[in-house]
């Protein structure tokens, strides 16, 4: 594929479903840049947040995922990032609105709380809805810093 690559990643509590996550993307043709981790010994979700979102926020990524517990602490730390907007998806229809109404550009997922159909069939429909622009774009433009 040639799109810019979805980079990956979360803590030790998201492992189980990054992992999933990650296999069906690279099966799927997807470029991803993982920034881990990669292992179950404990971390701290903000760590992995913080890459994602930064390789978003600088275009080396056009999409990030992220996967903690319950997918709340990541999200929290990536929106701390300019021009970033994640959410935490639970649904294909949340997913298929945050992208059309949101322009959103990280999922995020709590693999405490959504099991990997749920999350994928999630992710899949993220992927796959463009930005509505229009009334939404103007919505969008109050969210910046002095908006």
């Excluded at 996550?21 to 991803?32: D, I, M, N, T």
């Excluded at 903000?46 to 978003?56: C, I, L, Q, S």
């Excluded at 709590?110 to 103007?138: I, K, M, Q, S, V």
């Amino acid at each position: 594929m040639t799109q810019l690559p979805i980079a990956i990643g979360g803590d030790h509590a998201g492992l189980p479903l990054k992992s999933v996550l990650q296999q069906v993307l690279a099966e799927a043709g997807y470029r991803l840049i993982d920034v881990g981790t990669n292992s179950a010994e404990s971390v701290d979700y903000p760590d992995f947040a913080h890459k994602v979102a930064r390789a978003v926020e600088t275009g080396e990524a056009r999409f990030g995922v992220l996967v903690c517990g319950t997918g709340i602490g990541v999200q929290i730390a990536a929106n701390r990032h300019a021009g970033i907007r994640a959410a935490v998806l639970h649904s294909t229809t949340e997913a298929r609105l945050t992208r059309a109404h949101n322009d959103a550009n990280i999922a995020c997922f709590g693999a405490r709380t959504t099991g990997p159909e749920l999350a994928l069939d999630a992710l899949r429909a993220f992927l796959a809805t463009e930005f509505e622009g229009g009334r939404h774009a103007r919505r969008l433009a109050k969210l910046a810093p002095n908006g």
